[in-house]
C-alpha cells in the first residue's frame, strides 16, 4: 500500500507563489516517476510537470519558466514551486507516483490540494 499525501495549497493572489509538496510513504521498493497534474473547474487532468528518479524533468507548456519541480528521493518527497500564478492555474493539483511494488510498476494518486489564484 503507497500513500501519496498533498500539501501547501492554498489561496493566493495573481502574481504570488506557492509551493506544493507530495510525500509518499508505505511498502515500496522505489519511486520511478512522480510528479504533478491539475484540473482546473469544468475541465479535464493535465499534466503540469514530471520528474524521473534521475532527475530529468517534463513540464507543461504553459508552466515553463514559472514553475519548478524537483525531488529528494532520500525523503520519498516531491515539490513545485510556482512562482507568478495566474487565474489559470486555478485547479486542484494531484500527486502521481509510479512505484515500484514486489517487482510491478503501479500508479497512485494523491487526494488533491486546492489551489485559487485570485485577480
Known amino acids: 500500500q503507497v500513500q501519496l499525501v498533498e500539501s501547501g495549497g492554498g489561496l493566493v493572489q495573481a502574481g504570488g507563489s506557492l509551493r506544493l509538496s507530495c510525500a509518499a510513504s508505505?511498502?515500496?521498493?522505489?519511486?520511478?516517476?512522480i510528479g504533478w497534474y491539475r484540473q482546473p473547474p469544468g475541465k479535464q487532468r493535465e499534466l503540469v510537470a514530471t520528474i524521473t528518479r534521475s532527475g530529468r524533468k517534463n513540464k507543461a507548456d504553459s508552466v515553463k519558466g514559472r514553475f519548478t519541480i524537483y525531488r529528494d528521493n532520500a525523503k520519498n518527497m516531491v515539490y513545485v514551486q510556482m512562482n507568478s500564478l495566474k487565474d489559470e492555474d486555478t485547479a486542484v493539483y494531484y500527486c502521481r507516483a509510479e512505484c515500484v511494488v514486489g517487482g510491478i510498476l503501479y500508479i497512485y494518486w494523491g487526494q488533491g490540494t486546492q489551489v485559487t489564484v485570485s485577480s
Open positions: 508505505g511498502s515500496f521498493f522505489s519511486i520511478n516517476d
